[in-house]
């Protein structure tokens, strides 16, 4: 069965840390992949995404991702977090003659000052 | 601001009762998605459309529907609520043709509570 599994329900991270988000997906085809992150009333908004090519892309905010195919993984990271980071992220998986994204359960990221 | 909005922003109503939650996708896009975030559920697929017509559907009850009009503004019809159907209700458009691998921007979303 196709799923998305975010592992890490909380992470608390302190400002100026480094952060790495937890993804994993399990899909039959060649997936396409998002981060989005939601802040607090508020809705979804695009961090990147993966369709295909270099497997490092960019993101907005300074955020980053890895696909990994070997590890059916795609993990957000960022060098150094800021208090604005604070807000749950969601990782989605969607493919090729589909029309709707799997969503994980979400990582809610709170910054210590 | 994606430019998929939607309206209203809140909703407050009783059980029983039949809502409509609106959606004007962003310029251009030709796909409508709804999507129902709550607690235990976490983010779930409703259904899709495209053009007008509907394309997909995930996890969407019975006592819910939705249409897609010539303008391309999308309505999602609640009925029969309960008090489990208290949830925010998302609406996404997206920027390619049907096949998959579009990119999918998310309004700000109606945050319907029943009661």
């Known amino acids: 069965a196709q799923s998305v599994t975010q592992p890490d329900i909380h992470i608390t991270v302190s400002e100026g840390a480094s952060l790495e988000l937890r993804c994993n997906y399990s899909?039959?085809?060649?997936?396409?992949l998002f981060w989005y992150v939601q802040s607090p009333g508020q809705g979804l908004q695009l961090l990147l995404k993966y369709f295909s090519g270099d497997t490092l892309v960019q993101g907005i905010k300074g955020f980053e991702a890895e696909f990994k195919r070997s590890q059916s993984s795609f993990n957000l990271r960022k060098p150094s977090v800021h208090w604005s980071d604070a807000a749950e992220y969601f990782c989605a998986v969607g493919a090729s003659g589909t029309y709707k994204y799997i969503f994980g359960t979400g990582t809610r990221l709170k910054v210590l000052a | 601001d994606s430019g998929v909005t939607q309206t209203p922003k809140h909703l407050i109503t009783a059980t029983g009762q039949r809502v409509t939650l609106r959606c004007s996708p962003r310029s251009g896009d030709l796909s409508v998605y709804w999507y129902q975030q709550s607690l235990d559920q976490g983010l779930q697929f409703l259904i899709q459309y495209y053009n007008g017509e509907e394309r997909a559907k995930g996890n969407i009850l019975e006592r819910f529907s939705a249409q897609q009009f010539p303008d391309l503004h999308s309505e999602l019809n609640l009925s029969s609520l309960e008090l489990g159907d208290s949830a925010l209700y998302f609406c996404a458009s997206s920027d390619q043709t049907p096949t998959g691998g579009e990119t999918q921007y998310f309004g700000p979303g109606t945050r319907l509570l029943v009661l």
């Open positions: 899909y039959g085809a060649t997936p396409y």
